[in-house]
């Protein structure tokens, strides 16, 4: 059973775009949502996380929106470059264990 | 500081065969958890430990077993290697309380042959 639904698989945008991408999780039990970003060969590294008593976070170019009714969280980038290119995963937490279930991620290309 | 190292970086085994990696936590950090990465998925829970002892395992069998030692290091062994079992396995650290930060080491890619 995949616990957080990731979209789209992926995205190309044009440099100085916008990229959107939207995650949605089943357990109300999260409380945690962090998004990473992933270069071919490395590790996930943190980009931005949220917890659900905010709707939004905004750290430089990067912003969650979570809708806590919907179940709904979504990553924008904005001004986006092509050093942005990379694969992005959505995760969540929560309840009584700390692991993290990711989405699919996003296969992000940043066209200049 | 140094971050999440792992070791070793790539590996090469045939099926049947045993393996271990390894992995250091972040100085300070008291939990390590480990996620099996197959291409083009995320990451997939295995293990959790915080000091010394199993907080949690993903659904995966037994043949997979991970340890902590006292200086928060840990290791994870896989037994009987299938082909399935080719992925890059990932190490994180974190502070030890259920939502901090979980941060990722560069991974071991295991293939098997």
């Known amino acids: 059973q995949q616990q957080v639904k990731q979209s789209p698989q992926s995205l190309i945008v044009q440099k100085g775009g916008i990229s959107i991408i939207n995650c949605a999780y089943e357990?109300?039990?999260?409380?945690?949502f962090p998004w990473y970003q992933q270069f071919p060969g490395k590790g996930p590294a943190l980009l931005i996380a949220?917890?659900?008593?905010?709707s939004e976070k905004k750290e430089g170019r990067f912003t969650i929106s979570f809708n806590k009714s919907a179940k709904q969280f979504s990553l924008h980038i904005m001004d986006s470059q092509p050093g942005d290119s990379a694969t992005y995963f959505c995760?969540?937490?929560?309840?009584?264990?700390?692991?993290?279930?990711f989405g699919k991620g996003t296969k992000l290309s940043v066209k200049p | 500081d140094a971050g999440v190292t792992q070791s070793p970086t790539h590996l090469i085994k045939t099926r049947g065969q045993h393996v271990t990696l390894r992995c250091s936590p972040i100085?300070?950090?008291?939990?390590v958890s480990w996620y099996q990465q197959v291409l083009g998925q995320g990451p997939q829970f295995i293990f959790q430990?915080?000091?010394?002892?199993?907080?949690g395992r993903g659904n995966f069998p037994d043949r997979f077993s991970a340890r902590q030692f006292p200086n928060y290091s840990s290791e994870l062994n896989v037994n009987a290697l299938l082909l399935g079992d080719s992925a890059l396995y990932l190490c994180?650290?974190?502070?030890?309380?259920?939502?901090?930060?979980?941060?990722f080491g560069p991974g071991t890619r295991l293939t098997v042959l």
């Open positions: 357990n109300t039990a999260f409380d945690y």
């Open positions: 430990y915080y000091e010394k002892e199993e907080r």
């Open positions: 995760a969540a937490s929560g309840g009584s264990q700390g692991n993290l279930i």
């Open positions: 994180a650290s974190t502070g030890g309380g259920s939502t901090d930060t979980q941060y």
């Open positions: 100085s300070g950090h008291k939990s």
């Open positions: 949220i917890r659900p008593d905010v």
